[in-house]
């Protein structure tokens, strides 16, 4: 084997290394032998760290001198719903000070659940000559002057997409900062923020891009400048509409549907905000080709949804809201027979008595209708073992699937039992599921279901679960595949994390907040494991003034070559050896 | 007969540039020694947990017991002797009595046995923090869309004029000044900083912009608690924000 390696040249080992992108097959080959992993980090171009606190910045650089495209991620998924306090951290600034020195050559910054301050998109616009490629998904901590700092100097930029980032909206007036000479945009997506942009400004600029297929426009651009915008850019791939709300004119409505039947490339619908049924028939004409519809802000009711989707023969994906109930559910199962990915969201969270008529039915029928549903998000307020069952033997393919009833620990509202065997069906007939976030009323029993059979499963979600530390032992013990296990109110303490300690670092995460894991056992697995970071959260105060045997409230614990972090909050604690001695 | 249970192996494929080979295990241990203290987790098979402390197994099998410091002692006794295990072995040697403890399991109020967010549910029909999982996003188009069906009714009703023909996804709020006996209501889904509500606000009641610092905005949360505004993030003030209330800087 090693004559062999060294019988080829470094060139010919590097062009051929340079067809392999995957960083699973990269990480393979530069452990075959010691000139490999040389000439492999040399010519890696792309670099993914899924948590941002596993590495240091001057650790990536060492090894991989030529990188040019850096996707990151910090807060742990929980964040999304406030469950991680302010403050955290997952700061993007000290990887961009590193990299501005660096990879003067980089392109590409995707960033997911980071802190992003102008201060880091103005170095950014200064550093990266080169740079063309900005995604910034739920992100915080920056304002529009960052972002007209990246359009006025990022003259090769052809990807801005702020998805559902938090921006601090001084004004529209960023967007003008784009020079007249600038015309390489291929995507924008502005969806999440809140201020008028000038729509002059925008209408030039979508004008003056040729290679413009990506716009997402935010709700503040009117109904009614929509078709202008669509008239400069008939090429557009995917269209994120502003608000879809005007009053019903008739020549508003013509332009409309004229602009929107100019642009035969169109694949992918959003946006619909405040959507008034009267406007939706000017997207009829383009629904046959459309492939991926997000309706999820579109509070439409069923009988026109259900018109709607009837049309979309295409779909591939669907994002909307309950609105849609069974009856529309049952016509996407009857027209829609490629889709892929289904998301129900619920259209009145906090309501106590459901308001639309969408119950596990609708699921069910999905299930029987469409043979290559894969991807599952669905809020509902109550589902059966039988259900689940069906959707199981219906769907063998399923590989993600994420329910959500929304009343915690809500039981098969038939016989009254768990939902054990319902998601224990999940996991014995998909055995391809990569990804599961469970509801409803379960014990210990649905865990070891879980543990049997969820082999491929890489992430997990549990709520209101469980009965006792078998239930995550048997996670941990049997899920070999298993990468994030995020977890809360959930009677789990010491003992499954103990005797499972090895296990954590195989794993990117583990978060338990609301559960009964000790302040002890937590610093008993960070001096143990030396390449753990756990990380205790409280905001009562420091875990050290109270037992030992006391819960703390939150954890977070993630593998890393690192070391602990300096960047902590007040309220939050590493446990390693010197804590240990600290604390004590 | 003891059998060796792995928590499981340490695979050395599927971690980014982890050096997995850098552990030190001390070879010179005595095998005897540690191999008496493993212990077997395997599906429920009942066996004794061998530490020093005597009565630990009997103690072990109560999980109340477990944690209390008369356990600890012994826990960490045990734990001291195999220090040296390799890393693949648990940390912990849990004997697991399962019928007894699942019993005492099954039977324990859950709500009361752990601190978790309480489930009630207020007025406002959000009581649990973070529940449903839905994003920030989607929580705020939801609050709007119930407030505005209230909303619609109103002026439906008043034949309100100064809507612009905005659509209506509206999400006001009461505001009250202190010494101020009539309170007003102001629509938050138009601002995005405190700034420019507070500006607004304070024109409501007449302020004028130089004793801007006259006043502090506070806000009455989804628990029930009045806070300042300005402690927290917009994010934070617009998820669980029930009513405004300008209170004099003075105090």
Redesign the interface.
Known sequence: MLRMASSFPEEVLEHVFSFIYD?KDR??IS?VCKSWYEIERWCRRRIFVGNCYA?SPP?VIR?FPEVRSVELKGKPH?A????VP?GWGGYVYPWIAAMATAYPWLEEIRLKRMVVTDEALELIAKSFKNFKVLVLS?C?GFSTDGLAAIAANCRNLKELDLR?S?V???SGHWLSHFPDSYTSLVSLNIS?L??EVSFSALERLVGRCPNLRTLRLNRAVPLDRLANILCRAPQLVELGTG?Y???LQPDVFSSLAGAFSGCKELRSLSGF??AVPGYLPAIYPICPSLTSLNL??A?IQSTDLTKLVSQCQSLQRLWVLDYIEDIGLEALAAFCKDLRELRV????????EPNVSLTEQGLVSVSEGCPKLHSVLY?CRQMTNDALATIARNRPNMTRFRL?I?E?RAPDYITLQPLDDGFGAIVEHCKDLQRL?MAGLL??RVFEHIGNHAKKLEML?V??AG??D?GL?HV??GC??LRKLEI??C?F???AL??????L??MRSLWMS???V?F?ACK??GQ??P?LNVEVMDERGPPGSRP??C?V?KLYIY?T?AGPRFDMPGFVWTMDEDSALRLS | MMELQLGLALPTDTIKGLDLNSYVFDPNKDAARSSRQLIIMNQGMVHPWLSTGTNSAAAAAEDDDFISNHQKRSFYDAFEEIYDMPRTLPLLLWSKQPNEEEDDERNKDHEKSFPSASNKVDGAGDGIVGWPPIKFQRRKISHRSRKSRMENDRRVDNGCADCHGRPSNSMYVKVKMEGVAIGRKIDLSLYNSFQALKHTLLGMFGICQENSSSHKLTFQDSEGDWLLADDVPWRSFIWSVQRLKLIRSSR
């Not at chain 1, 969201?345 to 106590?352: G, H, M, W």
């Not at chain 1, 103990?498 to 296990?503: D, E, M």
């Open positions: 960083d990480n393979a452990m590495v650790m090894r929980f999304d719903f406030n469950l302010e739920s915080e559902e938090e601090d909206d001084l999440c809140g201020s608000t709300s005007a009053e905000w405040d999820s802000y509070t969201f619920p259209s009145e969270p906090f309501a106590q809020f959500c929304i915690p976030s014990t210990d979600s709520a209101f009965d006792s078998l032992h941990l013990s070999e595949n809360r109110d009677p303490g010491d003992k103990l005797v499972n300690a090895a296990k670092e195989t609301s559960c009964s000790s002890g008993l697995l143990k494991i390449r030992e045997s819960p409230e593998r070559v």
